[in-house]
Structures are given as C-alpha cells and as structure tokens.
C-alpha cells in the first residue's frame, strides 16, 4: 500500500509541474508493475517526491530540447564520448537528476516498461552465475538479476557508480573481476560511443563459450549524452551480426512513429 501511496503522490507532484503529463503513462497494473514499482520506491524512499518530480521533468525538458534540435538537422547535438563525459558524466548534479528521471521512465513509460519485461521474462530461461554489466547508469539491470549470481558493475561515470550502489548495495563489485563472463548487459550504451562496433568486439571476447550477452538500443532518440545515431533497427542487427555474435532471441519496442529501442539477446 505504501508503494501505492507513492505513486500516486509523484503523479500529482508531476501533473503539478506539467499539467497533462501523466494521460500518455504506462497503464500496466500487472505483477511486473507492482513488482518494479516497489523496488524504485525503495530506492526513493528517502527523497521528498516533490524532488523526484521535479529530476524526471528536468529529464523530459533536456529530451524535448534535444528533439527539436534533432528534427531540424537529423542528428544528435552531442558529437563525441569525449563531449559526453565532460558535460554529463562527470557533472554530478546532472547525473543525479538525469539517471532518477531515467530510472521512472523504465515504469512511467510503456516502451520502457515493455522492454523491462521482455528482459525479466527471457534472461530467466538462460543459465548463468557470473554477471557483467557495462555502463550500469542507476543499476537497474543488475538489481533484477544480482539474487544467487556473481554480479560486476562497471561505468565511466563515477557519479553513476554512486548511484548503482545505493541501488544495489554492497551485493555486487562496482569493477570487472573476471576475465570472462556467462551474461553480459549492455544497455543503452551504444548509443553513447564513438565506435560502437569497438565496444561489441570487446564484449564478444569477455563471453564465455556458451555465454549470453543482452543488448538495447535506442533508435532515433536524441538526449543530452547519445552521440552515436542509429537510424533504424536493422542497423543494429547488422552491427552486432557483423560481430560475429548470433541473435537468438529480439523485440523492438516503439514509443511513436519514430524512435524506438531494440532489445536482442546474442550468443557467440
């Protein structure tokens, strides 16, 4: 009930700031829904929700503005990693408001939620002990997946790497230990790299034999750190089967007619 009750106050705190807001919402009331619901109100149990609010709408703002500068010149305003890091990663107050606002999104927005499923449902199917996620952001990933594994977290932003532990506590190591690993996250990271296809070649020898590595990407969705555009999802599948790694199982999500995130599962 509790968790409830917390929800429906940071819709009205959110309908206070952008009246409206909340009709487009994920509608799900599934035992997924309640299930992630209860984890992030953990995870704000200690913040006033005016403040929670006030950091998702900070993050729309960011989105919205980078949208019309994408709109009128089909490309995404920030043009290096380099540029990424400087101007967000290694700003903690960005940070914080930026990875709160994304963490909600993964319940508040249906394609996000979607995706949040798709990966729930199919990661449990796989047999694997020793977990590595790549740019961890606020950890959620490896919080639905830490229980009974081996679980490293690694990310260039040290702010991220604060945000993962109070995320998921002491229960994991926030640094690669291993040499090579049975699942590999990547999510929303490619986006994020000059050269992507140097990120899966590094990621393909950390898998072991029978390995698995999970991979989401978004698809024409500018934000205030994606440099790399990807304009439809067979350019994703093509770079990772260029790779040399084999999808076994994949969904596309939509959010509208134009961006979308792909999600795939791959093997060696």
């Not at 920030?78 to 709160?100: G, H, L, R, T, W």
């Not at 945000?163 to 990271?189: A, C, F, P, W």
Request: glycine share 4%.
């Amino acid at each position: 009930m509790e968790n409830v009750k917390f929800y429906r106050m940071l819709l009205r705190e959110i309908e206070k700031i952008g009246p409206g807001h909340t009709k487009r919402f994920n509608k799900s009331r599934s035992a997924d829904f309640f299930e992630l619901l209860k984890l992030i109100a953990e995870y704000f149990k200690d913040d006033p929700v005016e403040n929670i609010a006030r950091d998702y709408m900070h993050m729309v703002a960011d989105m919205r503005r980078e949208m019309k500068v994408f709109f009128k010149t089909w490309e995404y305003s920030c043009k290096s990693q380099a540029e990424a890091y400087e101007k967000v990663y290694s700003q903690p107050e960005i940070m914080s408001y930026y990875m709160n606002g994304l963490l909600l999104s993964q319940l508040l927005w249906k394609h996000h939620f979607k995706l949040y499923q798709f990966f729930k449902k199919n990661v449990s199917m796989f047999s694997f002990q020793d977990v590595l996620e790549i740019g961890a952001g606020h950890g959620l990933y490896s919080a639905m997946v830490k229980k009974g594994h081996n679980v490293d977290v690694s990310d260039v932003s040290e702010e991220s790497l604060v945000i993962t532990r109070r995320m998921l506590g002491d229960d994991v190591n926030y640094s690669q230990t291993k040499e090579q690993y049975d699942l590999i996250i990547l999510g929303e990271v490619l986006e994020h790299l000059d050269d992507p296809v140097a990120m899966l070649k590094n990621v393909k020898s950390l898998l072991k034999e029978d390995g698995v590595l999970w991979v989401s990407v978004p698809v024409n969705a500018p934000a205030i750190d994606h440099v790399y555009l990807f304009k439809n999802k067979n350019e994703v599948h093509k770079m990772i089967e260029g790779v040399g790694l084999k999808v076994i199982n994949k969904v596309v999500v939509a959010a509208d007619s134009m961006t979308q995130i792909v999600g795939i599962f791959c093997k060696l």
